[in-house]
């Protein structure tokens, strides 16, 4: 598994670079966190997509881009990957192949390299992003609301019953992140103006 982590300096500063290019890492929601335009959305729980099941839908994204590998990084603090870098010796950047399992999946998510418990990606990780090598579809994901969002060309033509468009499905589940269970409206208004999509169900 070492060798799917991203291991030096020169490496990570070019795939964040990549990254750059594609998300808003400074954002968060309601804010828009793509740069890319013209994408449709769907939405799904933060843990999801840091589980074996997500790996499911995941996979078949990636099948259908035909993708070789997809890009799983922690975002949420570079200063805290910086100095982990410096002890330890590798970013919680990996590059997945697209023929995993999703147990193989989950090795990733859980691999510390025989640091203290904890140490992993699906432990530390407040957000995350995942880029396959296509472009033609990406997932930002936060914990602090519960959410992860799948932003997708219109040319895939991807349905999953656990990624739902955005709306009152959406904000239920995400609910449970916010005080009294009870999402502002204004939160609501701008998530709905940034991640409108024609998609429905």
Not at 111 to 124: K, S, V, Y
Request: aromatic share 14%.
């Amino acid at each position: 598994m070492r060798h799917l982590f991203i291991d030096n300096q020169l490496a990570f500063s070019e795939c964040k670079k990549v990254v750059d290019s594609f998300f808003n890492l400074n954002k968060e929601f309601p804010d828009q966190v793509f740069k890319k335009n013209n994408l449709n959305y769907l939405f799904s729980e933060f843990d999801l997509v840091l589980s074996e099941d997500g790996w499911e839908s995941i996979e078949k994204l990636a099948i259908m881009a035909n993708d070789q590998s997809i890009l799983l990084a922690m975002v949420d603090d570079l200063e805290f990957s910086k100095k982990f870098f410096l002890k330890h010796h590798y970013f919680h950047w990996a590059k997945i192949p697209v023929n995993f399992s999703k147990d193989d999946y989950w090795k990733v998510l859980k691999e510390t390299f025989g640091l203290q418990e904890g140490e992993d990606i699906e432990t530390l990780a407040n957000k995350i992003v995942l880029l396959p090598d296509s472009f033609s579809w990406m997932i930002y994901g936060e914990r602090e609301t519960e959410l992860s969002v799948l932003g997708f060309c219109p040319s895939i033509n991807f349905e999953d019953d656990d990624w739902l468009p955005l709306g009152t499905d959406v904000f239920e589940k995400a609910s449970v992140a916010f005080p009294r269970q009870t999402i502002p409206e204004k939160f609501i208004e701008k998530m709905m103006r940034n991640y409108k999509s024609h998609i429905s169900r």
